[in-house]
């Protein structure tokens, strides 16, 4: 091949790779504008919701590592081709999907190949690149990632407001069909001649067993009864699978999770702010659309507009995180990231009926502001608490424990957030001497029928707008709950984070690894 040649192709690469990693970003997001139509449309209760997000997140934990030995056993492009088919197949399932448990079933498959389009696609442009750009191709995929997180939001409100919530799955399609019409005359195999070879088989299955009943036990708990068969049941099941799942990986040849890494306090503190930050933002970012609609009565556009602050915060800040980091070190930055989630929850627990927009804004820019100040420094902090031959392995079981982080603060803030807003619905309906009855849980998992069930029990004893009332005071209970629950893990991340991290080898490290930072 020509230089030209040379030279336009490993541009066209980074073009058909950043569109399947841009596909894969901006699905975390995109998905949260459309709970509301998915609960009017499909009847998904906030159980459903939930298995929505943190199914996907399972499948993300359990495979990031695996698909990325894969890729380097047996072809990156091979992996991230049949990755890439997957994921359309699957977002093509899910814009088809007429049940909730079929949707739930086809964003499982779409977390296994996200696992795949995040793993591979940076290995890939590093290799179409040479040494002296890679560094440059690499941010630029940062920031094609930073992108679809930040057009989320706005993307996903203005197609589910004119096109309906199955065009953010149906969307997929056509472009990752493009992104594949790029790779497939540009892209060149690769692989790792050294990598290990051997997968860690047991430890994915005991990590899904392990965490999938776990969550069960949370979710389903209080619906259950918490001494239920049931429930303890799960519990045991959990307890086991997990305890067997540390054990495995310390002998395993090629572990999922290296246990090993968790005693360099560096490592320690990267994996803990990495695990609260995705702890924060999958709980927050589930429930804040469900207030934004349920609540303040935005939909389409307008719900994507009102989330932007947060996201294009994000985008704007994580450059300056980034130098702050590499300039005075992780741990300050860490801990102003933390300080701000803290701040932003607190200033959640303030919303009401009618917040005004700079209250809303404010809160959500806050977040953005965490987000910035954790996501970048986290990820150089572990990598410079190993050495550059463990690298790979450092960033997989960061992700891993990020992952499971989102997936455990979704079960256990949405536990809250049912628990507070029941009592408080009781409370009301006792007042007003109007009996309770199973309908009362119905009403709190599924807010989307709430006002009608309301009515449907107690019509005659509340008018329409009595209804209403009741329902967004039940609503805000179980939303200030769960935002004083991330209020209070934001502060106690952040003390233990100041006790863990020493400044002056937290500054030494960053600085340290900024050289090997893209």
């Known amino acids: ?5 040379a030279q336009r192709r490993k541009w066209w690469v980074l073009g058909g790779v950043g569109i399947a990693s841009f596909l894969g970003t901006i699905d975390f997001t995109i998905v949260n504008t459309a709970l509301a139509a998915l609960r009017a449309d499909l ?20 495979c990031m590592v695996v698909m990325g030995r894969l890729a380097d ?37 779409q977390g296994v190949a996200c696992a795949v389009l995040y793993t591979a696609s940076g290995a890939i442009v590093a290799d179409a690149f040479p040494e002296q750009e890679r560094g440059r191709a690499i941010g630029w995929l940062f920031g094609i990632n930073g992108l679809g997180l930040a057009l989320g939001p706005v993307l996903g409100g203005v197609l589910v407001g004119t096109l309906g ?13 493009l992104s594949l019409a790029i790779c497939v005359p540009t892209l060149r195999e690769s692989r790792d001649a050294q990598a290990d070879r051997r997968i860690d088989w047991p430890g994915v299955a005991l ?70 930050l995705a702890f924060f933002y999958v709980l927050a970012f589930f429930l804040m659309p469900l207030y934004l609609s349920d609540v303040l009565g935005l939909a389409g556009w307008r719900l994507g507009l009102a989330l932007l602050p947060t996201t294009a915060t994000v985008a704007l800040v994580s450059p300056l995180a980034g130098k702050l980091a590499d300039r005075y070190g992780a741990r300050p930055v860490l801990l102003a990231g ?27 820019a806050c977040m953005g502001l965490g987000w910035a100040c954790v996501l970048g420094p986290a990820t150089v902090l572990a990598l410079a608490a190993v050495p ?94 769960a935002m004083g629950l991330l209020a209070m893990v934001s502060l106690l991340v952040l003390v233990a984070l100041a006790l863990v991290l020493d400044r002056r080898a937290s500054a030494a490290a960053t600085s340290a690894a900024a050289p090997r930072r893209p």
Request: glycine share 10%; net charge positive.
């Open 43 to 62: 009847g998904a209760t906030v159980t459903e919701l939930q298995w929505l997000v943190s199914g996907f997140l399972l499948a993300l934990s359990a």
């Open 165 to 177: 919530w199955r065009s953010i799955f149906l969307l997929n399609v056509p472009l990752i069909a």
């Open 388 to 481: 550059q031959r463990m690298a790979a392995l450092a960033m997989g079981s960061s992700w891993t424990v990020h992952n499971v982080g989102g997936a455990v603060g979704l079960a256990l803030g949405l536990l809250c957030y049912e628990l507070a807003a029941k009592a408080r619905l009781l409370q009301v309906l006792a007042t007003q001497s109007v009996p309770s009855g199973p309908w009362v849980e119905q009403a709190v998992n599924d807010p989307g029928h709430a006002r009608a069930l309301l009515l449907e029990h107690v019509g005659s004893a509340m008018s329409t707008a009595r209804a209403s009332a009741v329902f967004e005071q039940s609503f805000l209970a179980g939303f200030h709950a």
């Open 1 to 5: 091949m020509s230089r030209v040649g």
């Open 207 to 276: 990590l899904v067993v392990g965490l999938s009943t776990a969550l069960l036990a949370i979710g389903q708990g209080a619906r259950w009864g918490w001494t239920s068969p049931a429930t303890l049941c799960a519990a045991g099941v959990a307890a086991v699978a997990l305890a067997l799942f540390q054990r495995v990986e310390q002998g395993a040849p090629a572990p999922l999770l290296k246990f090993a890494l968790f005693a360099n306090r560096g490592f320690a503190g990267a994996a803990l702010a990495n695990a609260a």
């Open 73 to 109: 056993l047996y072809g990156r492009r091979r992996v991230l081709f049949a990755g890439a088919v997957g994921f359309g197949l699957a977002s093509l399932g899910a814009g088809l999907a007429t049940q909730v448990d079929m949707l739930i079933a086809f964003r499982l498959a």
């Open 338 to 364: 933390f300080a701000c989630f803290a701040l932003s929850a607190l200033l959640q627990t303030r919303f009401a009926t009618d917040s005004g927009a700079a209250l809303v804004a404010g809160a959500f």
